[in-house]
């Protein structure tokens, strides 16, 4: 097969939610369809317990052994057309946002779950936010119909206004909670009546040309008229599905649908596949890539610690970007100037991983490794190649490393600096005393820190608190300007991991203050990894 049609097969993807809108239960259902697995809750009998937020322990433990679910791969086949999917999965807790945040700059298109009766919710609005910085393509279900909830026209609102981006329904609800009778669709022209608890896919689908055809009435009763008048309001009101508004992530396409009864689920995933774009071109500092270059290319975007504490292995998840990858060639890992041979990659079919012995662009790979790959990282074959947007983000928490024994100096900066490498913490070292002040999106990010640094690296350490709520990575072309704030800043300036120069202010106020003094200088939010 050629590496044109291995591209056009691939569907690499992430879903986004906030917790509990139904991530869990609808991923079980495409994992379902694509025959990935048999049985429902098994997905689910391995998410995180993240409700118990003192267990961090626990849900750490389970991010390890998740790993295998970290890239859920299926095939799944519509007609006689082959699709090979790449399900990435976000980590559900928020204290881990960072990580979904990266896996975000791996995929080529997003899933959005929304709960029917919550709207948008906060978490949603910031993954959104790392979507748009490379204007992921981004398909939207709307989940729990079964329920009451609110408005359909009201939540297209809701999306329109919050998260900006415009919204074309698919398919329309015909009512909700116990009246909840299914969808029309309003492209196929065929209504899905609903049907509580199915556990496969078999919905009774009507084609209903004309809205004014009298099946309709013997089907709905008196919710017919109510969807005929929603789908004239509509007409005016909402805006036609464009494919190439939502290729350019500016439109969502939008279904509805109970994720836990399995319907609208398949509808979904047709439409995905066919809409949502196979692996594209990739920015790397150099050039473009396109995906049918014969040279292998990827980057790593993420990287998983062995929770075994035997093994201090670590998995690096790569995405293919170019080219073919085959088990046991050779390829040039560029930060390090190594040539290194992948003989031992592992892909993640659901459940089980298996040895790579081919991947294609799309497809994400795991190298075991001990420590050398970092995020950020590019092999390739041979061509010099630094693959651009994966970020930093700046934290929004703050603590002071105390080491209780101040013998295991050395031991405490091989640890954070690894620890930070894999993406589990961030580290800072102040200008002014060279004290480590990590930083986090998370507060558990902390306690594993702590844990992981005891366990791993035997050094006994805790947390004093900071003065320092906010951090900037600072850049100015002005060199003497540079300087001149470093002097009268240098309490508040420190380094981090990749020696970038951070300002940690202590709160929003000064930072704006500080911005509008010293408009030379360049504040920034995130950072690429280098
Ligand atoms: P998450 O991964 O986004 O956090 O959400 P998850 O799938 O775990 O779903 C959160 C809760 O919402 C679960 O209930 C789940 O069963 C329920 N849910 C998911 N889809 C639907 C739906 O279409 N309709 C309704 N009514 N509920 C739905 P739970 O009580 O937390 O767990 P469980 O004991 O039911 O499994």
């Known amino acids: 097969m050629s590496l044109q049609s291995e591209i056009e097969k691939r569907r690499t993807f992430g879903i986004i ?56 791969k299926f095939n799944y086949k519509i007609d006689k057309k082959d699709f090979e999917i790449n399900l990435l999965d976000t980590p559900g807790h928020q204290d881990f946002s960072e990580d979904t945040y990266r896996v975000l700059t791996a995929v080529d298109s997003a899933m959005m779950v929304i709960d029917s009766g919550k709207g948008v919710e906060p978490q949603t609005e910031k993954l959104m936010e790392v979507c748009r910085m490379r204007n992921t393509p981004i398909v939207t279900f709307i989940n729990k119909l079964d329920r009451e909830g609110l408005e359909p026209l009201d939540i297209l609102a809701d999306i329109e206004e919050k998260l900006q ?140 610690a062995n929770m075994d504490p035997a093994h201090r292995d670590r998995i690096a998840f790569f995405r293919i970007c170019s080219g073919k990858f085959e088990k046991g060639m050779s390829v040039r890992h560029h930060r390090i100037n190594k040539d290194v041979k992948i003989a031992n990659a592992v892909i993640f079919m659901s459940q089980d991983r298996a040895h790579v012995e081919e991947a294609y662009a799309g497809d994400i790979i795991g190298i075991h490794n001990h420590g050398t790959i970092k995020i950020g990282d590019t092999f390739t074959t041979k061509e010099q190649l630094k693959f651009t947007g994966i970020p930093n983000f700046a934290p929004e928490l703050f603590r002071r490393v105390r080491l209780k ?46 844990a992981r640094l005891n366990a791993e690296y035997k050094v006994d350490a805790d947390y004093v608190g900071t003065d320092f709520q906010i951090a900037r990575w600072i850049t100015c072309d002005d060199e003497k300007k540079l300087a001149e704030f470093t002097r009268l800043f240098d309490s508040a300036l420190a380094e981090d991991a990749d020696g970038f120069l951070a300002y940690l202010a202590p709160s929003a106020w000064k930072l704006n203050y500080t911005e509008e003094q010293w408009p030379e200088i360049t504040f920034h939010k995130t950072r690429e990894h280098i």
């Open 165 to 304: 981006i415009e919204c074309a329904p698919m398919t329309w609800p015909i009512g909700m909670g116990k009246s909840f009778k299914g969808v029309y669709n309003l492209y196929k022209k065929e209504l899905n009546l609903f049907k509580a608890g199915s556990e496969t896919a078999d919905i009774k689908v009507v084609h209903i040309e004309d809205l004014n055809d009298p099946k309709l009435d013997e089907l709905l009763g008196p919710q017919a008229d109510e969807l005929r008048d929603n789908i004239e309001l509509l007409e005016g009101a909402a805006d036609p599905f464009d494919l190439e508004h939502f290729l350019a992530g500016s439109q969502s396409p939008v279904f509805f649908g109970s994720a836990v009864n399995n319907f609208g689920v398949k509808e979904l995933l047709d439409a995905f596949c066919e809409f949502a774009p196979h692996p594209g071109p990739r920015k790397a500092v150099e050039r473009a890539v396109n995906p049918d270059e014969k040279d292998f290319s990827g980057f790593c975007f993420k990287i998983q």
């Open 405 to 450: 024994d101040p013998m295991k100096r050395k031991q405490l900066h091989k640890g954070l600096i690894q620890l930070s490498e894999e993406g589990a913490v961030q580290v800072f070292k102040t200008n002014l005393g060279g004290d480590y002040i990590l930083g986090a999106v998370g507060v558990l990010q902390f306690d594993v820190t702590v």
């Open 17 to 72: 939610s906030h917790p509990d809108a139904g991530k869990t239960t609808l991923t079980e259902k495409l994992l379902m369809f694509g025959g990935a697995i048999q049985m429902a809750g098994a997905v689910k009998a391995r998410k995180a317990t993240r409700h118990a937020t003192s267990d961090w322990m626990k849900i750490e433990q389970e991010r390890g052994i998740s790993v295998a679910s970290s890239v859920m």
